[in-house]
């Protein structure tokens, strides 16, 4: 669960765990809520470059943003509920 910025270095970190691997893009995947717009948030580690792609009723996202690992950690802030309730979701499936 992220509560303070220790927990985000461990969900970052911990990340290629916690995520999906898509194998042919070669790239791992966390979705979430997307609290701005309503929609879903991907939130990508490709080669160790940090991405987001959004998708919602009436919009999607035309390419993927890329984030510095600071730019990602305030991300993962912003989001951090929505987050958190995913990984509650993923970690009960399991």
Known sequence: M????????????D??????????KGKYYFIF???????QLTLML???IWSTHGIG???CD???TTFSEE????LVWFHRKAINKSLKETLIVS
């Open 2 to 13: 992220i509560r303070n910025s220790n927990d985000i270095s461990v969900f970052l970190t």
């Open 15 to 24: 990340f290629k765990r916690l995520a999906t691997y898509d194998s042919e």
């Open 33 to 39: 809520h997307d609290k701005e717009r309503g929609g």
């Open 46 to 48: 490709t080669s160790g």
């Open 57 to 59: 009723d009436g919009y």
């Open 62 to 64: 035309i390419v993927e």
């Open 71 to 74: 730019e990602c950690t305030k």
